[in-house]
C-alpha cells in the first residue's frame, strides 16, 4: 500500500506499483492533485520500500503522510523561524510495508514523536506507530506518543461542518509546543500566517471539488 505526497513519488512509486507482480494499493489525497514539482524518474530498482526523511532536525520527530506532510512542513517553518524549535519530518510513503526501521532511528535522536494519520485514529497507522514506538523504544522517550488522526466519524460533505473537521499547520504547531511544555502563545504568530481562502482549500492552487 503506497501514498505519496510529492509528484515526483507519486510518478516512481506508480510506475513501481505497475510493475510490482502483487497487488498494490496506490492512495492518493484529492488536496494533492493540483500540486506542481519538478520530476525525475528513476529506475525501479532504485525506488525503495522505505519511509523518507524529508527534514532533519533534534528537538522532535514528526511522521506524516500525503496531503499532511505539506502541512507539517509549513508548520515546521514556522516552529523553526519563531520557536527555535527543529523538527524531524518523516514522509511515511509506504502504508504497508511500514518502515519502522527510519522512524526508529529518528525517535532514538529526539526522543519525541508525534504522528499524523489521514484517517481515523482507531485502529490506524498513527495507532500501530505509536504502539511499536511505545514498546521498543520505551526507554528513549522523554513524552508519550502522539497520534493526531481525523474525528472519529463519517467525513462530513457540508461546508459548514467540516470546517473544524481537518488536520492542518496550525494543528502541528499547537501540539508541538505542548509536547515539548512550550508555554509560549502561538495565536498571534498562526495569526500572521492566515490566507484568505476557505477551511476546505489547502492552497490556492485547489480550485474544487470542495
Known sequence: VVMPTFPEDAQNLLIKSIFDP???????????????????????????????????????????????TNETVKASKILSKHFNIETEIIDLRYIKPLDLKTIFKSVKKTNRLIVLDTAVKICSISSEICANVSAELFNHLKSPPISI??????????????????????????????????????????AKYKKKLHHDQPHKEFLGPF
Open 149 to 190: 488522526a481525523m474525528p472519529d466519524i463519517p467525513e462530513p460533505t457540508s461546508y459548514a461542518l467540516t470546517k473544524d473537521f481537518h488536520i492542518n499547520y496550525e494543528t502541528v504547531v499547537k501540539k508541538v509546543l505542548e509536547v515539548l511544555n512550550r508555554k509560549d502563545s502561538a495565536r498571534n504568530i498562526l
Open 22 to 68: 502483487n497487488p498494490v494499493i496506490f492512495i492518493e489525497h484529492r488536496w494533492l492533485h493540483s500540486l506542481e514539482g519538478s520530476v525525475q524518474t528513476k529506475k525501479l530498482k532504485d525506488i525503495k520500500e522505505e519511509s523518507k526523511v524529508i527534514k532533519k532536525g533534534k528537538d522532535i520527530t514528526i511522521v506524516s503522510m500525503s496531503y499532511l
